[in-house]
């Protein structure tokens, strides 16, 4: 198994697609208009809402890293003491950064060959968001010295994979 390369290309999937959505635009706009809200009834009620909002995808984000890291035989350092909501919290801020930037740089999303990134086999075409998501997980995560990698949990992850 190649957690790099899969971190590396279910990063760059993410990021084409919200950089491409109208509703991940209007989200963030909705984002920067709150800022700029005065105080009173209608910034708390519109906080209150993106709040909710960011409640559910942060756990929407956790819940999907918490599974891809079991199927990958990774699991979350155990030196930072932290939980799967906290790396989502890192992972979201981070792509987000990446998709509020694209627009005024379009060079961040070209690709680089990059032998060797992550310790993985042979070359491969690395992304800015790519590489700043596989990095940001990759630093709260660690493999789990409790998986054994046999026969069947290879095959078993392939079949995931492949569904």
């Given amino acids: 198994m190649n957690p790099p390369g899969l971190l590396r290309q279910g990063a760059l999937r993410d990021f084409e697609a919200m950089h491409a959505s109208t509703r ?3 989200y963030i706009a909705l984002h920067a208009t709150f800022l700029s809200l005065a105080d009173g009834d209608l910034r708390h009620e519109v906080q209150g809402a993106l709040a ?4 559910d995808l942060n756990d929407r984000i956790a819940r999907s890293y ?3 890291a079991a199927l990958l035989g990774l699991r979350l350092r155990s030196d ?3 939980t799967f909501d906290e790396l989502a919290t890192q992972l979201s801020a981070t792509m987000r950064g990446f998709v509020l930037t694209a627009p005024a740089c379009p060079d961040l999303i070209e690709r680089q060959l ?3 990134a992550f310790g993985s086999a042979g070359e491969a075409e690395w992304s800015r968001p790519a590489l700043g998501i596989t990095a940001t997980a990759l630093s709260f995560l660690e493999p789990d010295p409790a998986v054994e990698w046999d026969e069947e949990r290879l095959a ?3 079949r995931m994979l492949e569904e």
Avoid: F, I, K, S
């Avoid at 909710?52 to 409640?55: G, H, K, L, V, Y």
């Fill in 66 to 68: 918490q599974r891809l």
């Fill in 24 to 26: 991940w635009r209007t």
């Fill in 80 to 82: 930072l003491h932290l």
């Fill in 114 to 116: 990059r032998p060797g």
């Fill in 156 to 158: 078993r992850v392939r």
């Fill in 52 to 55: 909710a909002a960011e409640r």
